[in-house]
């Protein structure tokens, strides 16, 4: 018998994006950083240490995925930035 497969934060950000039916991610996400470089420029000290945070994450993420994908390869270099970005 197989065990249930335990929810992840992925699976609920596919269920609350699903809930807008014709949404294009991509477009919601440039207008996320947008609005967070914003943020980072204008906002107070808080809002512009959160703002950073969340950048660094996006870029981590989205190295992260190039890698898997094989589109850059794997190096000591990556793997430091990586360490680097991640919280």
Same mark, same amino acid.
């Given at each position: /018998?197989?065990?249930? &497969?335990?929810?992840?934060? *992925? ?5 609350? +994006?699903?809930?807008?039916? *014709? %949404?294009? &991610?991509?477009? +919601? ?5 947008? $609005?967070?470089? /914003? ?15 969340? %950048? ?13 994908? *094989? ?10 930035? $990586? ?5």
């Amino acid at each position: /018998m197989t065990e249930p &497969r335990h929810r992840t934060y *992925g699976d609920d950000a596919d269920d609350l +994006l699903n809930q807008f039916p *014709g %949404l294009d &991610r991509a477009e +919601l996400l440039k207008t996320v950083v947008a $609005l967070t470089l /914003m943020e980072r420029q204008f906002g107070n000290k808080r809002k512009e240490r959160a703002a950073c945070d969340l %950048l660094n994450l996006v870029q981590a993420e989205a190295i992260k995925q190039l890698a898997k994908a *094989g589109t850059i390869p794997p190096s000591p270099q990556l793997d430091k930035a $990586l360490a680097v970005l991640q919280p």
